[in-house]
């Protein structure tokens, strides 16, 4: 079982993937999407939940997804079919970072995927190449709510506080026009489903040659969580448009 199987059963029934609940997810996409007929790109979309959400409530809205996980595209056209937005969506299998587009993007997102260019700052960077005038930015990324513990820090990496964070967005030529920050309670029901949906799926598959793995890095996981990063980690969603 490799990394992206884990993430695929882990995120059965979290599939915005990200520690934002459903209330979030909707008032974001408002503040994001500044007009109807607007083209979006995710760059680092996985399952495309948060362009599948978009799509279904806005009927004249165009997207665009980039990922490199084949099985994460295939379910993303499969869902795309079950809520009639098919037509509408166009994905690509490449690397984010080397996405090319003739046509620039009303909206871009990046919500928990900023490895794919290497960090915040490179993610904006690579947003802002793609960005139609008067258009915005949307972004999660984690930030130290509390001192890490070095445990936390070799987990996560090298994060910043929340005001470095905001004070480096905004010295990069960045206005934030809306944000979201996650609850403990969203951070936490987040890291449950992980573990939780996991294990479920090794008890309910216990004759599988992966269920025991399946079932170790979940409690290992857990652990990790709820001995390391717990009461130190947060998440930071941000609706970004540049500074003139």
Known sequence: MNREQ????????????APVDDDAVRRLLDEAISREDARVLDL????????????????????VGVDTSEPALTRAREE?????????????QQDAARFTSADPFDLVLNVGAGHAHGGLLPTLAAARAHLAPGGRVLVGDGFWERAPSPEAVDMLGELSDLPTTLDAVVADGWTPVGAHIST???????????????????????HDPDSARALETAATHRTEWLRGYRDSFGFVCLVLRPTP
Do not use: F, K, N
């Not at 979309?45 to 997207?63: D, I, K, Q, T």
């Not at 795309?80 to 690509?92: E, I, K, N, P, S």
């Not at 403990?184 to 216990?206: F, I, K, N, Q, V």
């Open 80 to 92: 795309a079919r079950g809520r009639g937005v098919d037509a509408r969506l166009t994905l690509h």
């Open 184 to 206: 403990r309670g969203e951070l936490d029901a987040y890291e449950w489903s992980w573990t939780g949906s996991l294990a479920s799926w090794a008890l309910d598959h216990p």
């Open 6 to 17: 884990i993430s695929r059963i882990a995120h059965t029934h979290h599939p915005i993937a």
């Open 44 to 63: 680092g979309c996985g399952g495309a939940e948060w362009l599948l959400r978009a799509l279904a409530a806005r009927p004249r809205l165009r997207a």
